[in-house]
């Protein structure tokens, strides 16, 4: 539901009044709580072994076939600069993840990782058993998006940098206004693999978010054989998962192919009434050419329908339990407490009123497609260029008792209607000469994001009920609209890099990129009665001439490395005017507060420093980095107050320095047997405390909230013959809830299992597999998401999380014929 309860987060100035470091106020407001989530399924197992055990040898050609590459050739774009190439394959690099030979810090999760997890499950939540990553949802897959948050070192996923086959995906908030998430980018069959950089993304990767790392994920070549894939799995909360791919094989003697990809998705949520319901279609097309270069075209629609899981506080934890849902399909039970007649176990509770609704939901439709043209002008010179056009559309809803209607029923339907229409192009030329590999470019795009809130009338108690809101959009019962608005934005990045072989042991990579981002906005409506006060309207650059970065690799002995990266970043200001996101936007500020500030207002930036070692051998993988963040005009968005009238403001709350470090290490003593474990640890504080309307909050030498200092996580696989079996665990220290650091949530264990067993030919079919896996073995009750409405200075009574999923159970069946 794009307009949950955070998009509630109606902003009353005031609150928090502008001061030196008060760089915008806040906006709107509305005398309403924040908004519901949307939609989840429950299934999924959790990411399993983060290293695969030895898989039996390969012949050459049968890795290039398992790749989607014409056995005996070699793969375009061979001219890629050293530390910046994926790092994804299969096979036997499967067995060493650690990214050796990079100047920086990467992991590469592969595709035989990827398929120890349930399928359907998010790539992002498979990176969950990467050192220093911690990703949170409230259903087993991960493709909940309201629950669905990310934190890389520290670095949440909106000041990360995400990419699909180099296509930007935004900075993958839950109301994205530019780009799209992950789970409806691609099909999680379709992915061939995710590279991560914990420290700092390449100079290359398209972003204008990534002050921290870059997730850059792959799509599955089609293969050069004909024929298919079916799964079918089966699950806890009447879960089934349809999939079926087709592929062309190759159609001529130079290798031109496609496939088409369907997957379907119904599942219950595991608690409350509801349902997360999804289909989506991926195709590939690639045509070789000349001189090993390529033409590759990629394409995704997706529909989703979720409902919500309601926000809880510790308060109605400990009064109600972690079952507390929403009404839904119970009209009228949430009629009745609009009107302040409640159940009973809502009556303990300090907010009644606040704590269930009839239901939040969200629709989406989403249509991505890129066109990559990867071409090796001679054997030293190589022009790729990428283009790509995205669209969405859709509504999400929230029933509020806050909002009656002008018939009499205590409540309404209020919903919001996000879009984001964008189009843009990449184009890089690399050139090999003696020992260098220098590689320049440029990223264009422009985008629109419009979205608008309407309330639409609900029935008299027994006049009917709001039934399945996410059936259609509700347009003839509409009577008001609280406000529009639409951004645009133009985005435009140039890089240069150099990757110099010093020796054949040395190689440092040394380069820089220029980032201009120019966005506006113009609210056609804003009702004043309903929101408040009124939001800003204007124009605001984010620019730099010169973001550096350098990194090195020195191989000094035989299976053992050292590395180091130091980068300076930059990210734009987040677009959002009425308090629909959790992000530190200008634009929720009044008139005058933005035109005071937006000459000293500065993005965010920082430096980024981390060094480390490397030991690779068939035994033993093993990685350990140290890092240190300064960070600089760290916006937050500051929440006060219950979410029935929340006061949010965005704030620079200057500086914030992380230390941190990072260890990890694989062990395969027999052949089959793979055991791994990580730990991580990050300090990240503020460095000065906050000035406000109300006095100085000490937040000095506080931990930055959300995030756990330690985090330890393990996994034991063994592949024995055609069987498979793996057991993972991860361990959360607490995590912080306020920015004085009087709340947190307590920390937990989680372990999940998951086996596969492949039956071979079985008639016509060239392959049956069969796999089950249980995700939180144990059935902890865990918080998972923690403040997804935003974190206030101190404990308020209103500091919202979500639960994360009870144990669940899912068996699939595929064959491949």
């Known amino acids: 539901m794009t307009s949950r309860r955070i998009l509630a987060l109606s902003t009353v100035l005031g609150g928090l009044a502008i001061t030196p470091q008060l760089h915008a106020a806040t906006a709107s407001s509305t005398p309403e709580p924040r908004r519901t989530p949307a939609p989840a399924h429950a299934s999924a197992h959790a990411p399993a072994a983060v290293q695969a055990s030895v898989p039996p040898p390969k012949t050459p050609a049968a890795d290039h076939a398992a790749a989607g590459a014409r056995p ?28 050796h030979g990079s100047t920086r810090q990467m992991t590469s999760v592969t595709r035989g990782m990827m398929q120890q997890s349930v399928p359907g499950t998010s790539p992002l939540k498979v990176l969950s058993q990467l050192p220093g990553v911690l990703y949170q949802s409230a259903d087993p897959f991960g493709a909940y998006e309201y629950s669905s948050q990310m934190f890389m070192r520290g670095f949440s996923q909106s000041q990360l940098g995400f990419t699909l086959d180099d296509i930007p995906l935004g900075d993958q908030q839950f109301n994205n206004y530019n780009g799209l998430a992950v789970t409806r980018a691609i099909i999680s069959d379709d992915v061939g693999g995710v590279d991560v950089s914990q420290g700092a993304g390449a100079i290359d990767v398209a972003s204008t978010s990534n002050l921290g790392g870059a997730i850059q994920i792959h799509s599955l070549d089609p293969s050069h ?64 050419l000349a001189r090993e270069s390529s033409l590759k075209l990629f394409f995704d629609w997706s529909s989703i329908q979720q409902f919500d899981y309601q926000d809880m506080t510790k308060n109605w934890l400990h009064t109600v339990g972690p079952n507390l849902a929403n009404y839904y399909p119970n009209y009228t039970a949430a009629y009745n407490a609009a009107q302040g007649i409640y159940p ?44 790509y056009a995205h669209s969405d559309n859709g509504y999400s809803t929230w029933t509020t008792p806050y909002m009656p209607s002008p018939n009499g029923a205590p409540l309404s339907q209020r919903i919001q209607t996000p879009g984001v229409t964008r189009g843009g192009f990449q184009t890089a030329l690399t050139w090999k000469v003696a020992r260098h590999t220098v590689n320049a470019g440029v990223w264009y795009e422009y985008g629109n994001f419009t979205e608008g809130r309407y309330f639409s009338q609900a029935p008299l108690l027994g006049q009917g009920s709001l039934g399945n809101p996410t059936t259609g959009f509700p347009a003839a019962q509409v009577f008001a609209t609280a406000w529009q608005e639409a951004f645009s934005t133009r985005t435009f990045v140039f890089h240069m890099q150099d990757t110099y072989k010093v020796t054949n042991n040395l190689t440092v990579n040394a380069g820089f990129k220029s980032m201009i981002v120019n966005s506006g906005n113009s609210v056609p409506t804003q009702n004043a009665a309903i929101n408040g006060t009124q939001i800003a309207q204007g124009h605001l650059e984010a620019s730099n001439a010169f973001l550096p970065q350098v990194s090195a690799n020195w191989r000094f002995l035989p299976h053992n490395e050292l ?87 965005v704030q620079n709350v200057g500086g914030v320095t992380t230390n941190g470090a990072e260890a990890s290490v694989t062990l395969r003593p027999v052949n089959g047997l793979s055991i791994y474990n990580s730990f991580s640890y990050a300090h990240s504080t503020y460095d000065q405390n906050v000035a406000t309307s109300g006095g100085i909050e000490p937040t ?6 959300n995030y756990p200092q330690f985090m330890y996580k393990g996994s034991i696989a063994y592949t024995i013959g055609d069987f498979e079996t793996h057991v993972d665990g991860s361990y959360l220290s607490h995590r912080e809830l306020t920015y004085t650091n009087d709340l947190h949530v307590p920390g937990y264990f989680l372990m999940n299992f998951g086996a596969r067993y492949r039956f ?40 919202y999380f979500l639960m994360g999923a009870p144990r669940q159970f899912f068996g699939t069946i595929s064959a491949s014929f």
Not at 234 to 239: C, Q
Not at 349 to 374: E, I, K, M, Q, S
């Open 72 to 99: 005996g050739s070699p793969q375009p774009g061979s001219l890629r600069p050293a530390g910046t190439k994926p790092l994804t394959a299969v096979g036997t690099e499967a067995i060493s993840i650690f990214g």
């Open 225 to 288: 054989e004909r024929g298919g894939t079916v799964a079918q799995t089966f699950g806890s909360n009447s879960t089934m998962r349809t999939y079926a791919r087709f592929e062309s094989g190759d159609l001529n003697a130079s290798g031109t192919r496609f496939y088409v990809a369907y997957a379907r998705l119904n599942g219950n949520l595991w608690k409350g009434g509801g349902y997360d319901h999804s289909d989506q279609v991926n195709a590939k097309f690639v045509q070789p």
């Open 344 to 387: 009973a176990a809502l009556t303990k509770t300090n907010d009644p009123f606040d704590a269930a609704y009839y239901a939040g939901t969200a629709n989406r439709v989403d249509y991505l497609g890129g066109l990559t043209l990867d071409e090796n002008l001679t054997s030293s010179l190589n022009w790729k260029t990428t283009l």
């Open 563 to 649: 590395f180091f990266d130091v980068s300076h970043n930059m990210r734009s200001f987040p677009l959002d005017g009425f308090g629909t996101n959790v992000s530190a936007t200008p634009w929720t500020a009044s008139q005058s507060s933005f035109q005071a500030t937006r000459n000293s207002l500065k993005p965010e930036t920082d430096w980024v420093y981390e060094g480390g070692y490397r030991y690779t051998t068939p035994l033993i993988s093993a990685l350990a980095s140290l890092y240190r963040i300064n960070f600089s005009n760290r916006l937050q968005l500051i929440t006060n107050n219950a979410g029935i009238n929340p006061i949010t403001a």
């Open 700 to 705: 000095r030498g506080k931990l930055v909230p």
């Open 760 to 799: 071979g030919k079985v008639g016509p079919l060239k392959g049956v597999t069969a796999s089950f896996n249980i995700y939180n073995l144990t059935n902890k009750t865990y918080i998972a998401t923690t403040n997804e409405l935003g974190n206030s200075f101190t404990n308020t009574g209103y500091n």
